[in-house]
């Protein structure tokens, strides 16, 4: 794995960052406009992903990255079940449902294997040294 530097070196922040922006595009539109708690709630959720993996890789030490990757990770599956809700709701089409559904599986794969990177990394960060 490369030497990340800086939180855009990461490639499931780059993702969530992309798939926030989409999914924030997404509530603009049509009758999900008008449902303003799925609305808030899924913004925020997709949000949340991008933000803990900021905040953890900040916070400069490998046990509290893993812990806000793991939050990170949960706001994956939070929004994964919102996507449910908004297609169940006929907000979404099955083609926008399934794409935006795959997206943040594959943030949430790639937050996993960055978990499991660190747990077996002997590098614990740099307030550490």
């Known amino acids: 794995m490369a030497t990340i530097k800086r939180i ?18 997404m509530t603009q539109t049509g009758t999900f406009n008008n449902d303003f708690s799925l609305k808030d709630q899924i913004n925020r959720s997709s949000g949340s992903i991008m933000d803990n993996i ?10 509290e990255f893993i812990y ?10 939070e929004c994964n079940s919102q996507l449910y809700r908004a297609y ?9 449902f399934e ?10 794969v790639l937050l996993q294997r960055f978990i499991e990177y ?12």
């Open 99 to 108: 794409q935006l559904h795959a997206k943040t599986n594959h943030v949430g």
């Open 118 to 129: 660190l747990k077996r990394s002997s590098f614990k960060g740099q307030k550490f040294k």
């Open 68 to 77: 806000f990757l793991t939050i990170a990770k949960g706001s994956c599956g």
């Open 54 to 63: 900021a905040e953890g890789f900040n916070r400069n030490g490998n046990k």
């Open 8 to 25: 855009e070196d990461i490639e499931a922040w780059q993702l969530a960052r992309q798939l926030s922006k989409e999914i924030y595009y």
């Open 88 to 96: 169940d709701r006929m907000h979404i089409s099955n083609e926008l």
